[in-house]
T-cell receptor, first 114, second 117 residues
Framework: AQSVTQLDSQVPVFEEAPVELRCNYS??????LFWYVQYPNQGLQLLLK??????LVKGINGFEAEFNKSQTSFHLRKPSVHISDTAEYFC????????????FGQGTILTVHP | KAGVTQTPRYLIKTRGQQVTLSCSPI?????VSWYQQTPGQGLQFLFE???????NKGNFPGRFSGRQFSNSRSEMNVSTLELGDSALYLC????????????????FGEGSRLTVL
């Protein structure tokens, strides 16, 4: 079984400031890691994913994440945020044999202030 | 290319009724998963279908059921609705080739928001 902990439920930040959303996971097997974003009244959109290889993963909208196996973390970062980045962000894991089943964290609401 | 389509987008039911939600996956995608999203429990996996067969199931009572048709479209049904079933139900499809270690990304629809009164 897997579990995901997003360490911050809410993160306020000013426009053009850097941001880090933290995610830790637990699993007894190898997993794939994902970050999704959800805008109000919409579904989930994939920001980036880690499957294997380089531990630094770049995604859409200027986001990147780093996989740290020893610390079982997959933190999401953006060097300069925009108002339009205001949304809820979800970290998720999936085992390599788990068909269609993502285990999500509780979400982090990112609010970007002008 | 059309995305994942869910219908209806919004619906209101009363306790004890049943509801059926529909999901049309992206063309060519054979895997369809369903998730329940609530403020208290977050995003929880319901079940996943591939080629009309349920391959994976979450920890929900038997009142929650689903099926997949030969064209990969899927439906989920909730019987004897309870107030706690009020939620956003999300469907996701994946280009799953069926092999072990599949890395298929899940593409989500916009969801069906169910309110139970």
């Amino acid at each position: 079984a897997q579990s995901v902990t997003q360490l911050d439920s809410q993160v306020p930040v000013f426009e053009e400031a850097p941001v880090e959303l933290r995610c830790n996971y637990s699993s007894s097997v190898s997993v794939y890691l994902f970050w999704y974003v959800q805008y109000p009244n919409q579904g989930l959109q994939l920001l980036l994913k880690y499957l294997s290889g380089s531990t630094l993963v770049k995604g859409i909208n200027g986001f990147e994440a780093e996989f740290n196996k020893s610390q079982t973390s997959f933190h999401l970062r953006k060097p300069s945020v925009h108002i339009s980045d205001t949304a809820e962000y979800f970290c998720a894991v999936r085992s390599r044999t788990s068909y269609g089943k993502l285990t999500f964290g509780q979400g982090t609401i990112l609010t970007v202030h002008p | 290319k059309a995305g994942v389509t869910q219908t209806p987008r919004y619906l209101i039911k009363t306790r004890g009724q049943q509801v059926t939600l529909s999901c049309s996956p992206i063309s060519g995608h054979r895997s369809v998963s369903w998730y329940q999203q609530t403020p208290g429990q977050g995003l929880q996996f319901l079940f996943e279908y591939f080629s009309e067969t349920q391959r994976n199931k979450g920890n929900f009572p038997g009142r929650f059921s689903g099926r997949q048709f030969s064209n990969s479209r899927s439906e989920m049904n909730v019987s004897t609705l309870e107030l706690g079933d009020s939620a956003l139900y999300l469907c996701a499809s994946s280009l799953d080739t069926g092999g072990v270690g599949n890395t298929g990304e899940l593409f989500f629809g916009e969801g069906s928001r169910l309110t139970v009164l």
